[in-house]
T-cell receptor, first 113, second 115 residues
């Protein structure tokens, strides 16, 4: 168990809908990262938050947004969903803002029908 | 552009034989190098990392990786494979860009160890 908790584990929704994925980092970790894993794109970095502030941005679509709350949990919001958004979304956490190892949650499997 | 390449989609080895999973990178500067492993229905788990120092890095579960600066490679190795090593392995490069740290993953290599 990595100590990173992601909910829900599975999510099935329809095109055009909006969903929220939740992540609780390991106790003491200040950074939260979001990744998208799909068969054709591999593991893509979406966004990082450190102690409540956006720290780095990757290949995150404008339809997607995220935030990190004062208690350090994070939410990834996906809106106007398309079939191509179906993927496994991982959250990871680390103590600092970079260079350390990341601890990954088990992921949320999103299926857009 | 910064990139990480894992040239093999799958590596097949017999149990007890040595294994190598290849990784090369193309980045500017001196990156941090990592290997992660993903078991079915699980998140990625850290195996080892190289920042500086000895080119041979030892990690979890008997794995090690060799850093080669001239070839910009960071191959993962294990002297004797186990069936339980079968999983998806990711090489990753960490680097500071525009005052932020980014971890870039390779496409992954599936390791299949047959009994």
């Amino acid at each position: 168990d990595s100590g990173v908790t992601q909910t829900p584990k599975h999510l099935i929704t329809a095109t055009g809908q909006r969903v929220t994925l939740r992540c609780s980092p390991r106790s003491g970790d200040l950074s939260v990262y979001w990744y998208q894993q799909s068969l054709d794109q591999g593991l893509q970095f979406l966004i990082q938050y450190y102690n409540g502030e956006e720290r780095a941005k990757g290949n995150i679509l404008e339809r997607f947004s995220a935030q990190q709350f004062p208690d350090l949990h994070s939410e990834l919001n996906l809106s106007s969903l398309e079939l191509g958004d179906s993927a496994l979304y991982f959250c990871a956490s680390s103590v600092g803002a970079g260079s350390e190892k990341l601890f990954f949650g088990s992921g949320t499997q999103l299926s857009v029908l | 552009a910064q990139s990480v390449a894992q040239p093999e989609d799958q590596v097949n080895v017999a149990e007890g034989n040595p294994l190598t999973v290849k990784c090369t990178y193309s980045v500017s500067g001196n990156p941090y190098l990592f290997w992660y492993v993903q078991y079915p229905n699980r998140g990625l788990q850290f195996l080892l990392k190289y920042i500086t120092g000895d080119n041979l890095v030892k990690g979890s579960y008997g794995f090690e990786a060799e850093f080669n600066k001239s070839q910009t490679s960071f191959h993962l190795k294990k002297p004797s494979a186990l069936v339980s090593d079968s999983a998806l392995y990711f090489c990753a490069v960490g680097l500071w860009m525009d005052s932020s740290y980014k971890l870039i993953f390779g496409s992954g290599t599936r390791l299949l160890v047959r009994p």
